[in-house]
């Protein structure tokens, strides 16, 4: 087994660290985050860093890198207050991944990629129509992480939509069968593929596994 240190890892090419480091952690959710500026330009980015901060308010966040590197999502947020997040399937990958782009403030990703935003009642910004899990939030807070002048972005979650066979009657969502998709490093992306449930862990109790009761395990 390699044995890496902290000074080895600084002395690597810059982009040689960015792919280790990014693909440390392991597969990550990867979601097209929408958003709108005061024009009405609409504007699609993708973050592998979506996390889930609490359920009771619905809250989940989102690390924004430095805004000189990535500045028109969060400036957009900042904006309008509102947002969408969209799962990525096999059948948008591409056009997804060529939302990471760098174009120029303005350009709309959608018109780029051949995506299509879906505005619905009560969103100011564009979902992605093709995405089979998508939600909405409002903007709660962004917190600045000053050891490397990024943001914590959190948001709350105002409305969802999936299909149908997504939810478990538990309330448990099934992501892959929306095939929803997760990324590894800079640009590498892996299925998702259901395992099994298992009841809520106590002390001293054995394990039982729930996916007889909650959904089959294909």
């Not at 693909?23 to 973050?47: D, E, H, Y």
């Not at 018109?111 to 899990?133: D, K, N, Y």
């Not at 105002?158 to 998709?181: H, K």
Request: charged share 15%.
């Amino acid at each position: 087994m390699l044995h890496i240190n902290a000074a080895t890892i600084q002395s690597w090419e810059r982009f040689y660290r960015a792919n280790f480091i990014n693909s440390l952690t392991g597969a990550k959710p990867v979601s097209l985050i929408g958003t709108v500026n005061r024009k009405g330009q609409p504007n699609l980015g993708v973050f592998s860093n979506i996390i889930h901060v609490g359920a009771d308010p619905a809250l989940v966040g989102y690390i924004n890198r430095p805004r000189e590197a990535a500045p028109h999502t969060l400036s957009n947020i900042e904006s309008i207050g509102i947002y969408t997040i969209n799962h990525i399937h096999a059948g948008m990958l591409a056009q997804a991944h060529q939302c990471s782009a760098k174009y120029p403030e303005g350009v709309s990703e959608f018109a780029e990629t051949g995506l299509t935003p879906l505005f619905v009642e009560g969103c100011a910004a564009p979902f992605v129509q093709e995405s089979r899990i998508r939600y909405a939030l409002s903007l709660q807070d962004v917190v600045p992480i000053h050891l490397n002048n990024t943001f914590l972005v959190i948001g709350k979650i105002e409305q969802v939509m999936l299909e149908e066979d997504v939810l478990e009657p538990d309330g448990f969502l099934r992501t892959d069968r929306a095939g929803s998709l997760c990324s590894g490093g800079l640009d590498g992306y892996y299925s998702n593929s259901f395992i099994t449930r298992y009841r809520y862990a106590k002390p001293g109790i054995p394990l039982q596994e729930l996916a007889g009761e909650a959904g089959d395990a294909g």
